[in-house]
């Protein structure tokens, strides 16, 4: 699915406080975190960048081609957020980077401490998870897609780091912090769920729900199908599904079948009424309005764009 940046960004240097033109960063320190903003005027190569506590970066502008685990490389874009395991070596490419077109980077280290704290604490209150044995990171799934949810904490935690002068700070940004990590494994959720639920569908329940999600996209999907479907009661199911993934069952459905509408808008071989009932919508109206709000432009304009 072509991501959209929802991150707001952040205000650039001034030409004179330029100490670098390559990864000059400008770091906010708060309990538990640092926030880092980098920006890249000029292209370079192998640059290397490394942090003593596990961080979560987030690219703002421009291209990256990052260098990670001795994997070979890999485009890291606007609406991307990749999260490196403390003390390993980034290696980093900007292959496009100029003085007009530079590139803009928050790279967020957080303590072990705070991390640790707040998935005890989640493993205490909420066990029984899905789709993973217990709340954590799972560093196999590194390079994430910004969701909705994830982009506005980041942009809340942006707005806390360098513009928030009040005495309560430290306590907003943990606030933020704890949000912000339950945010990233339900992103790391859905990734893992996209990529295995067909290996996972005769025994985890969320597997066997996906699959059958996608497997019947175009008819009329109901909370109380899936729920039965799940062999659960229409709250847990609810409940369950928000809390793992991040998005109600509805709120999924409705993304997989603009999933769907955005690979028949690319083909351009089918006008928008057909795109939206075989992509599963019965209100051609109602398609137009969530395809605009998700997209940024109507599905018309999509086609015209992607063609």
Known sequence: MTHTNFIAGVPWRNDRDLKTLVENRTTYTLNNCELNIFETHQEAKDVNLRFGDL?????LKGKKVMHLFDRPGFDYLPGESVIVPPNEMMKIDFPEAQWNNPTQCIALSISKEMIENTFNLLNEKYPN???TQEWGLDLSYFHLINT???????????RIGVKERSKEKDV????????LLIRLTQ???????E????????????GFVVEFIKNNIRENLTLDTLSQKACMSKPHFSRTFKQELGMTPMEF????RLKLAEQYLKMGDFQIQEVGYMSGFSNITYFIRVFKNEFGC???????KSN
């Open 55 to 59: 961080v979560l970066t987030t690219m």
């Open 129 to 131: 998870k899905m789709m």
């Open 148 to 158: 909705k949810d994830l982009s506005e904490i980041i942009n809340r935690f942006i």
């Open 172 to 179: 907003i940004a943990s606030l933020a912090l704890k949000e």
């Open 187 to 193: 992103t790391q959720a859905r990734e893992m769920l």
């Open 195 to 206: 990529m295995t639920y067909k290996d996972i569908a005769s025994s985890n329940r969320l």
């Open 253 to 256: 459905i409705q993304n997989e």
């Open 298 to 304: 109507t599905p018309k304009v999509f086609k015209k």
